[in-house]
Nanobody, 119 residues
Framework: QVQLVESGGGLVQPGGSLRLSCAAS????????MGWFRQAPGKEREVLAT????????YYADSVKDRFTISRDSAKNTVYLQMNSLKPEDTAVYYC????????????WGQGTQVTVSS
């Protein structure tokens, strides 16, 4: 059974940084793409960044490019999202997700972690 467990959310001031972690378990993820998403109140869930576990290829949404960095530690089976220069509009619930590389369906989701950017 695949499990994704996020951690690292919290309250941070504008301009600050946070690092989210997603601990993955239940299978070998070599042929999976891992992603970070967020959903703010009243808005649709949006993809922020993705990484191919095997090759490390990354994708970033324009809204977070140059501020957020996705990475993975294969030894720890953990995916990270380093978030810098945070803005109030980054406030949302952040989710980790996984999909098999041959599909477009994100089949596995974490429970989410709240990030609040406020002074």
């Amino acid at each position: 059974q695949v499990q994704l467990v996020e951690s690292g959310g919290g309250l941070v001031q504008p301009g600050g940084s946070l690092r989210l972690s997603c601990a993955a378990s239940g299978r070998t993820f070599s042929y999976y793409v891992m992603g970070w998403f967020r959903q703010a109140p009243g808005k649709e869930r949006e993809v922020l960044a993705t990484i191919r576990w095997g090759g490390g290829n990354t994708y970033y949404a324009d809204s977070v490019k140059d501020r957020f960095t996705i990475s993975r530690d294969s030894a720890k089976n953990t995916v990270y999202l380093q978030m810098n220069s945070l803005k109030p509009e980054d406030t949302a619930v952040y989710y980790c997700a996984a999909r098999f590389i041959a599909t477009q369906t994100w089949g596995y989701w974490g429970q989410g972690t709240q990030v609040t950017v406020s002074s």
